[in-house]
């Protein structure tokens, strides 16, 4: 926006707006009087760490919890009574970090989900499959309104739900974390159409972990810490390092480049070897290696094929041709329970999908991959899973404030993520696969995370990190392979690795 484009901006009355807002669950504060308001015409950045608040409030703001205190207005009048169906009936539209789709239905029915079109009574799928191709068009999205939602990468579905949000008359629309698993050609898409709505007077509540994202986009950037505000003001009056302090609490320092990774040890095989790996329609001809000690990223954007060459070295994916060696040997994993035998380990892209045992206790889900060796004459307690859990989490400062049996789903993304890293270190892999390890963790949380990952491969262990994350790649690989349509397209080591040369070969 322009100077003038924001003066306007901030001269009109604020569309919609809360004001001391609190919230507890458990007898636990979350929000404590919380402001937040966004006017016609604008984009709000909301910021803070995983457990600042900033989900409960927008939760709150889209009618799916009550506010134990604090009023909301829309457009001037008080609304006190909020629930989605409300919520959605006045115009507040909201798209979740995580995917709220249905799976086993197709792209175009859950574009319309609960809205679908009818003819003389019945749904017309027709009619149904031509406007989501025409919502799609829009993004410039290239799914089929007849795939299985279930069957498409996290980006995919992302899109879904964007393009689900389009179907309304939004006045305000509230999107969190909507970027974390989009490639930058989508992240472009997105921005473009966000503009295009905010140049419409539609208010935008914009929840991010990525401070670039902020100021590209941002008119206004709102920063919550311990459910308080800890900083509101203009985008463009305020740095990086600023609002890093305002999210932490502590002065911001610049994350460098890790040391050079120690050279494996004389004669020593690698720990993980691909060869010439491909499999039909998904990578080609892929050769890498990992050795003890070292962290190498895999980059590139959605459908690049990264995640697949991280799922292969798991065996949750079968090589056509090509060979896979894990510790010098030729390895084709049966499942996944042959792979963490072999001493490696896997961090998904989806970890509430896929990593977590969603109501299961933290110590349970930390102790998980070791239960066979936890077990005494095939009896398993959960007091040696507490004492797993104890053993990390002040090495990975988990943040569990109910203690050991508190369920993982209740935690924030990064603690959610901290303890599947632990389940890998208890276990003592020698291999971890990670896939977009820090997607929708915030900045302080990211930071402990690199650190117990650095740790970890001073033990000697091997690091293949899958990321579309080159941010991410900078602060924690020692190399990095760019891949791009299934084929590695360039490889990376030392002070080459910068973010201008993996967005350029990414590209390429």
């Not at 990468?153 to 999107?175: C, F, H, K, Y």
């Not at 892209?349 to 889900?365: I, M």
């Amino acid at each position: 926006m322009t100077a003038e484009a924001t003066e306007a901006t901030t001269a009109r009355p604020s569309l919609l707006t809360a004001t001391g807002i609190r919230k507890s669950f458990a007898g636990v504060p979350v929000l404590h009087g919380v402001d937040v308001s966004v006017r016609p015409g604008e984009v709000l950045a909301l910021l803070g760490e995983n457990g600042a608040g900033k989900s409960t409030l927008v939760k709150i703001l889209a009618g799916d919890h009550r506010p134990d205190g604090g009023t909301i207005s829309l457009g001037g009048v008080s609304v006190p009574a909020l629930d989605p169906k409300r919520a959605r009936a006045l115009g507040i539209r909201m798209i979740f970090q995580e995917p709220a789709d249905a799976p086993s239905l197709s792209v175009a029915e859950n574009v319309f989900l609960g809205r679908w079109p009818t003819t003389a009574g019945r749904v017309d799928w027709a009619a149904m499959r031509s406007r989501a191709a025409r919502i799609l068009a829009e993004l410039d999205a290239d799914l089929d309104p007849r795939a299985t939602v279930g069957a498409l990468r996290i980006g995919e579905r992302q899109i879904v739900e964007i393009a689900r949000a389009l179907t309304d008359d939004a006045r305000v629309l509230i999107l969190d974390e909507p970027t974390a698993a989009l490639s930058s050609e989508e992240v472009a898409r997105l921005f473009r159409f966000v503009r295009r709505l905010r140049d419409r007077g539609v208010g935008i509540i914009y929840i991010t972990h990525r401070l670039d994202e902020v100021r590209e986009l941002a008119d206004r950037v709102q920063v919550l810490r311990d459910g308080r505000t800890a900083l509101s003001a203009p985008v463009g009056s305020v740095g990086r390092d600023e609002l890093v302090s305002a999210m932490i609490g502590r002065s911001a320092g610049t994350v460098a480049r890790p040391a050079a990774a120690a050279p494996a040890h004389e004669g020593a095989e690698p720990v993980l070897r691909f060869t010439e790996a491909s499999i039909d329609g998904v990578f080609t001809d892929v050769s890498l290696s990992v050795a003890p000690g070292e962290v190498v990223a895999l980059y590139g954007k959605v459908g690049s094929g990264i995640a697949e060459v991280a799922e292969t070295a798991f065996g949750l994916r079968t090589l056509t041709s090509g060979t896979v060696e894990v510790d010098g040997r030729a390895r084709s994993f049966r499942d996944p329970a042959a792979a963490i035998r072999a001493g490696v380990g896997l961090l998904p892209a989806d970890r509430q999908r896929d990593g977590g045992f969603a109501v299961r206790p933290v110590a349970e889900n930390l102790a998980a991959p070791s239960w066979p060796l936890m077990s005494r004459l095939g009896v398993l307690t959960s007091r040696r899973e507490d004492a797993a859990y104890g053993r990390w989490r002040e090495a990975l400062r988990i943040r569990a404030g109910r203690g050991p049996r508190q369920p993982i789903a209740t935690l924030s993304g990064g603690n959610q993520q901290k303890v599947l890293l632990g389940r890998w270190l208890e276990r003592g892999s020698k291999l971890l696969i990670l896939i977009e390890p820090t997607r929708g963790v915030d900045v302080g949380a990211r930071q402990e995370i690199y650190t117990a990952l650095r740790e970890l491969v001073t033990g000697r262990a091997g690091l293949l990190v899958a990321t579309s994350d080159y941010e991410e790649v900078v602060q924690l690989a020692d190399r990095a392979l760019v891949m791009a349509r299934g084929r590695v397209v360039a490889e990376l080591g030392g002070d080459d690795v910068t973010t201008r040369a993996l967005t350029d070969a990414a590209g390429g």
